[in-house]
């Protein structure tokens, strides 16, 4: 029996062999289940889809995978019953950011999969053209972020002032967003930077008495940056009982708000704003 030990890319950290061929075919197998995990946890889904996703991919694929997620990386140890080849696969999970459509695609393959549609071999090929899928046109994202702020100007009391300086006030900082996580900046810095822009738009709306509900618009400018797709995942994870997961999207999510809040206390602070006093 022969180990083989590989830290570096594709990944596997331990595989042992009786026959090339089968292990081989497992392998190739693992890595696609590794690589699809890794994917499916990037574009924000809760770690109960993921189990349930890879586990009828598994099934499919003649395999059985156990699957342990981190907060930055997966570990997926797959085998065959018969077989004697077993594979320990780690991934560090997919910087694709969070994308519903994203992962609408990947778990409709898994099902494609389970459900016989696909070979193993297509379904590698469609798994290769999901992650160079184009992201939806970011104009439209930016013109739909900016109504829906907007719109929650209206909902929280806003006049219509209001809702036009939030929504320019929107578009600014998303704009801005887009363009420094396209220079792959931190992520952090990034909405540190977003939220005071648009608070300063607001803000300043306010000193010139464009609204008559100028707190209104100040505090909607920067919802558009509130994480709540890992708020809602840390909760899911919690109630499955995948503590570390949890644990490490809540705190994330924290870190994002303070970077939030901080932007747009940076804001009231240097235009000398107290929004408590009239």
């Avoid at 809760?46 to 598994?58: F, L, Q, S, W, Y």
């Avoid at 919690?238 to 970077?259: K, S």
Wanted: a positive charge; one cysteine or more; glycine letters at 8%.
């Amino acid at each position: 029996m022969q180990i083989l030990t590989n830290y570096n890319s594709p990944g596997t950290i331990g595989a042992t062999c009786a026959s090339p061929i089968s292990s081989i075919a497992i392998e190739e197998r693992g890595e696609f289940l590794a690589d699809y995990t890794a994917w499916l946890w990037g574009s924000g889904s809760t770690c109960i889809r993921i189990e349930k996703n890879v586990g009828r991919m598994a099934t499919a694929l003649g395999v059985t995978a156990q699957i342990t997620l981190l907060p930055r990386h997966i570990e997926l140890a797959i085998g065959a019953e018969g077989n004697p080849c077993r594979a320990v696969i780690v991934r560090k999970t997919a910087s694709c950011g969070i994308s519903f459509d994203l992962n609408a695609r990947l778990s409709r393959l898994s099902w494609e999969l389970a459900d016989g549609k696909v070979d193993f071999n297509t379904a590698r090929a469609r798994f290769n053209r999901i992650k160079t899928t184009s992201p939806t046109n970011r104009w439209e994202v930016l013109m739909l972020a900016s109504l829906a702020n907007a719109a929650f100007c209206r909902l929280f009391g806003g006049d219509a002032a209001a809702m036009w300086v939030v929504f320019f006030a929107t578009m600014a900082g998303f704009l801005l967003k887009q363009l420094m996580l396209a220079a792959h900046r931190d992520v952090r810095l990034t909405v540190f930077c977003c939220a005071f822009v648009s608070a300063t738009i607001c803000v300043g709306a306010r000193l010139f008495g464009w609204s008559s509900t100028p707190d209104i618009a100040i505090a909607t400018s920067i919802l558009y940056l509130i994480p709540g797709v890992p708020y809602l995942n840390s909760a899911s994870d919690l109630i499955d009982r995948h503590y570390l997961c949890a644990v490490g999207r809540f705190a994330d999510a924290c870190v994002l708000t303070v970077c939030l809040s901080a932007g747009l206390a940076a804001a009231l602070l240097l235009l000398g704003v107290n929004p408590l006093v009239n």
